[in-house]
């Protein structure tokens, strides 16, 4: 696929329509896990322009960042800690509207405020998260959800 990423406009619907197909062709043919997180990442960030979008594999008994785009970031997390360790443990997507509510949130940065996090499910096992972070408070719905779900299920591990 070509490298230049159309960059959709429209409602997030719309945005994350015209993204997908992209996403696959990005993917197709390609093994490499780094490679495809890696990408998957920059993709996200170019479309919607998050503060922060990245990725944490399972290693053991905690989360260790992965490819991603934005600041830096903490590079462990224990399970159930955090969002991202809680979407863990929960097994399940965790939408925060307001990271400063949200009991045990670990502050990478203070710019962020609201945060997504969609678990990696393979074999019924949690192996990474997809963690998206926004500089405005409640900036992720339902439809980031079913859609940042269908976008990790297309990379392989
Ligand atoms: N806020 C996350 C930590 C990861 S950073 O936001 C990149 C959490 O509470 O798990």
Not at 72 to 80: L, M, Q, S, W
Not at 116 to 125: A, N, Q, S, T
């Given at each position: 696929?070509?490298?230049?990423?159309?960059?959709?406009?429209?409602?997030k619907?719309?945005?994350y329509?015209?993204?997908?197909?992209?996403?696959?062709?990005?993917?197709?043919g390609?093994?490499?896990?780094?490679?495809?997180?890696?990408?998957v990442?920059?993709?996200?960030?170019?479309?919607?322009?998050?503060?922060?979008?990245?990725?944490?594999?399972?290693?053991?008994?905690?989360?260790?960042?992965?490819?991603?785009?934005?600041?830096?970031?903490?590079?462990?997390?224990?399970?159930?800690?955090?969002?991202?360790?809680?979407?863990?443990?929960?097994?399940?997507t965790?939408?925060?509207?307001?990271?400063?509510?949200?009991?045990?949130?670990?502050?990478?940065?203070?710019?962020?405020?609201s945060?997504?996090?969609?678990?990696?499910l393979?074999?019924?096992?949690?192996?990474?998260?997809?963690?998206?972070?926004?500089?405005?408070?409640?900036?992720?719905?339902?439809?980031?959800?079913?859609?940042?779900?269908?976008?990790?299920?297309?990379?392989?591990f």
């Amino acid at each position: 696929m070509a490298e230049d990423l159309h960059i959709a406009s429209g409602t997030k619907e719309e945005q994350y329509v015209a993204l997908v197909p992209q996403v696959r062709g990005l993917l197709e043919g390609e093994p490499d896990l780094v490679a495809n997180l890696a990408n998957v990442a920059a993709a996200l960030k170019e479309q919607f322009g998050w503060f922060w979008v990245g990725f944490y594999l399972v290693k053991g008994d905690e989360l260790v960042l992965g490819p991603f785009q934005g600041p830096v970031a903490c590079t462990r997390i224990r399970k159930g800690r955090g969002v991202c360790g809680s979407s863990w443990a929960q097994e399940k997507t965790l939408i925060v509207p307001d990271v400063e509510a949200f009991p045990g949130h670990i502050a990478c940065s203070s710019l962020s405020r609201s945060e997504i996090v969609v678990p990696l499910l393979r074999g019924g096992e949690v192996v990474g998260v997809l963690d998206v972070d926004s500089a405005s408070l409640d900036a992720f719905n339902a439809v980031d959800q079913r859609w940042l779900e269908e976008i990790v299920s297309l990379i392989s591990f």
